[in-house]
T-cell receptor, first 110, second 116 residues
């Protein structure tokens, strides 16, 4: 079953912060985050493994709450280059493959 | 490391024709995945290989779809008797499969298929 992302779309001014959520109905082993710009391939951002760890990548970080089967992606002091559609891909214990969410479209305006 | 490449980048075909796409993974990546993506949706898993072995195929994949990875390097995805509903972006990804359960998947640029 496909993970649910929220919000579906968000518009920010440059410098503002955003949070993107990903929820699954299944027990998860890992969550993978990708960003895709229009007409391009998804680009890997980070992997979160079970254990509730939080990872960071410059001003982009993420957390994984394995009890709630939820992951959140945090974008701070957003830049124009952050615009795109963000997808979470979830891996549950029964499969060694990713199931992607429906995406969150992020638009950053000057 | 030249990245994952796919060919062709665009394909326009008439309904009922067969099409074949090629994916060249990152060198020495032994896992290769095929996904389909339609407008506004996330990538949808189709199938994946570990070396030359096809380990899983989506139940959503009809018998018109077949994939191969004959020597554990490049892979082909063939769609027979194409239908308009097959129009989509077909993405290929590879991962190194280091032995850990979870490995990063690196995506290629995709092949956009339009069925008229």
């Amino acid at each position: 079953q496909q993970p649910v992302q929220s919000p579906q779309a968000v518009i920010l001014r440059e410098g503002e912060d955003a949070v993107i959520n990903c929820s699954s109905s299944k027990a998860l082993y890992s969550v993978h985050w990708y960003r895709q710009k229009h007409g391009e391939a998804p680009v890997f951002l980070m992997i979160l493994l079970k254990g509730g760890e939080q990872k960071g990548h410059e001003k982009i970080s993420a957390s994984f709450n394995e009890k709630k089967q939820q992951s959140s992606l945090y974008l701070t002091a957003s830049q124009l280059s952050y615009s795109g559609t963000y997808f979470c891909g979830t891996e549950d214990f029964g499969n060694e493959k990713l199931t992607f969410g429906t995406g969150t479209r992020l638009t950053i305006i000057p | 490391d030249t990245g994952v490449s796919q060919d062709p980048r665009h394909k326009i075909t008439k309904r009922g024709q067969n099409v074949t796409f090629r994916c060249d993974p990152i060198s020495e990546h032994n896992r290769l995945y095929w996904y389909r993506q339609t407008l506004g949706q996330g990538p949808e898993f189709l199938t994946y290989f570990q070396n030359e072995a096809q380990l899983e195929k989506s139940r959503l994949l009809s018998d018109r779809f077949s994939a191969e990875r004959p020597k554990g390097s490049f892979s082909t995805l063939e769609i027979q008797r194409t239908e308009q509903g097959d129009s989509a972006m077909y993405l290929c990804a590879s991962s190194p499969r280091t032995g850990a359960r979870t490995d990063t998947q690196y995506f290629g640029p995709g092949t956009r298929l339009t069925v008229l």
